[in-house]
């Protein structure tokens, strides 16, 4: 009973970082004309996309000082600590005036939040990928450290769930787009300070708490680099391809479905909600599959499918005005990113050894993010305005074969077929 509450304790704290994470993606369709006036709607979610991207800069840094403080003095504080800044920089979006008001100062300030915002989540992945598989029994590790990303599209899916009930509670789009939205950045920054006193209460894991002082005190970057460099580019390298696929098919799409497809707002909502909530009921499965069969074989399907089928699934997607059909292709999509995001905890846990875990699963996913991941909707944007989107399909099939190189240098971690714990 101790192991799963502290499982749904971590999981819970990192469905409302992501949620917080994701109101700002969903509801950036409203809130755009408000911090960046004039212009077209592509230019506008092209300005807050590149304050999105900027978030992301601050997760390196996120990930080291998260990393150095999970793994010297404990999982749960970093976990504590991580949600805590999510929800300042909720509550300072919540309240900051828009262009008409106090002019340059509010894109300003909507920057300096979302930076914040990223330096929380920075640290969440590496801490929460390392508490969950830490406190899962080592034959049931992939199965429990799915529910990272189970929890991940989770706040998500909770983010376009808070949309589509605005949107269909009747308050119309006039006041989505003058008041509605903030009142997701409120709902967001109170559910990240409830979090905050739940995982105080968390109890630390058992690789931590057995693990000598003074091997807590021989962390840091330089060993991480020294010692365990194969790992980190291991992580490094699978972390590429699958943030950018991930982003594409998630963040983006909502946008792609608007603005290249033609859906309406709603429309794009729903096929965006939909199949993002049957991605979320493939993760403990797959994560179980990975006990069984290892982590490797997952990888090769996601690396495989995202090099092969990426730019195929996107055109047809762009060309489609049919809301089933464009479901089904965002759902063969997400198909396959759950192949890497179903084992990724696990598999970048059992990379590291304690005392440098916390910052090697999340130091090389921060970089990745903030290089790759944060820049794909920036990316994908900009070489639209240019005339050129499908070039970007071509960016994001690369980028998973980075991920399939990188698995064919993996070694197999699953405890079931090593023998190790």
């Known amino acids: 009973m101790t192991r799963v509450r502290s499982i749904l304790g971590g999981a819970a704290g990192n469905l ?73 920089g909720s509550l300072l979006l919540a309240a900051t005036p828009g262009y008409a008001q106090i002019g340059a100062a509010a894109p300003a300030l909507l920057l300096i939040a979302r930076m914040l915002q990223g330096l929380s989540l920075g640290g969440e992945y590496g801490a929460a990928a390392t508490y969950l598989s830490e406190v899962a029994e080592p034959e049931r590790r992939g199965f429990w450290s799915s529910f990272q990303y189970v929890t991940l599209y989770g706040g998500q899916l909770l983010a376009l769930g808070l949309i589509l009930g605005m949107q269909a509670s009747g308050i119309g789009e006039a006041a989505l787009a003058s008041w509605g939205w903030r009142v997701a950045f409120v709902v967001g920054a109170a559910l990240a300070f409830g979090i905050f006193w739940l995982r105080r209460g968390l109890a630390e894991s058992p690789d931590f708490v057995a693990e000598p002082k003074a091997e807590k005190k021989a962390g840091g970057i330089a060993v991480l680099w020294r010692d365990h460099r194969r790992g980190v580019l291991i992580a490094f390298g699978l972390a590429m391809g699958s943030n950018v696929i991930f982003y594409t098919f998630t963040t983006y799409m909502q946008k792609y479905l608007v603005v290249t497809s033609g859906f309406p707002k709603d429309i794009a909502s729903r096929i965006c909600a939909g199949a993002t909530f049957l991605a979320i009921l493939a993760q403990p499965p797959l994560g179980a599959l990975s006990d069984r069969i290892g982590r490797k074989p997952l990888q090769y399907a996601f690396g495989f499918g995202g090099l092969l089928l990426t730019v195929p699934i996107m055109v047809a997607i762009g060309r489609t005005h049919d809301a089933g059909a464009a479901f089904g292709l965002m759902l063969c999509a997400l198909a396959i990113i759950s192949c890497s995001t179903a084992t990724n905890a696990a598999l970048k846990a059992e990379l590291f050894p304690v005392h440098v875990r916390v910052l090697g699963v999340g130091l090389p996913y921060a970089l990745s993010q903030s290089l790759f991941g944060g820049s794909a909707e920036t990316l994908a944007l900009a070489l639209k305005g240019a005339g050129h989107e499908v070039l970007y399909f071509y960016y994001a099939s690369a980028m998973a074969g980075v991920a399939l190189i990188a698995a064919f240098y993996l070694r197999e971690s699953a405890p079931r077929l090593t023998g190790k714990t």
């Open 16 to 88: 409302v970082e992501w949620f917080d994470w994701y109101v700002y993606s969903a509801f950036s369709l409203y809130f755009a004309p408000v911090f960046f006036p004039g212009g077209d709607p592509a230019a506008q979610f092209l300005k807050t996309a590149s304050v999105f991207w900027a978030g992301f800069l601050m997760r390196p840094i996120g990930g080291w000082l998260m990393g150095r403080i999970g793994d010297r003095h404990g999982r749960r504080t970093a976990l504590a600590l991580s949600v805590g800044m999510m929800g300042g």
